[in-house]
């Protein structure tokens, strides 16, 4: 299996928004208050953290699979 980092970043865009949209609480505006105080401001930098944090995330879970030799059935 060879690294593929564009089969790690869509799937975790996708499951962060799907995440994201099955919380009850607002994620985004959680996130961005630890940095900012301005809540249109605290909103966006929530969301970028949101967005980003999964895909860092799957880039994770490739680099493992591929450092163990691992192999996936669902890998196409």
């Known amino acids: 299996m ?3 980092a564009e089969a790690a970043i869509l799937p975790g865009i996708i499951g ?3 995440m994201a949209r099955q919380m009850k ?3 985004f505006l959680m ?3 630890m940095m900012v105080k301005d809540a ?3 909103y966006a930098a929530g969301a970028m ?8 995330f799957g880039l ?3 680099a ?3 450092a163990f030799g691992l192999e996936s059935a669902l890998v196409a």
Do not use: C, Q, R, S
């Not at 953290?49 to 860092?56: A, F, L, S």
């Open 16 to 18: 962060g928004i799907i």
């Open 31 to 33: 996130l961005g208050t």
């Open 25 to 27: 609480m607002n994620l």
């Open 40 to 42: 249109k401001m605290a």
């Open 49 to 56: 953290m949101h967005i980003g944090m999964p895909v860092v």
């Open 2 to 4: 060879e690294f593929d």
């Open 60 to 62: 994770i879970h490739v």
């Open 64 to 66: 493992l699979y591929e």
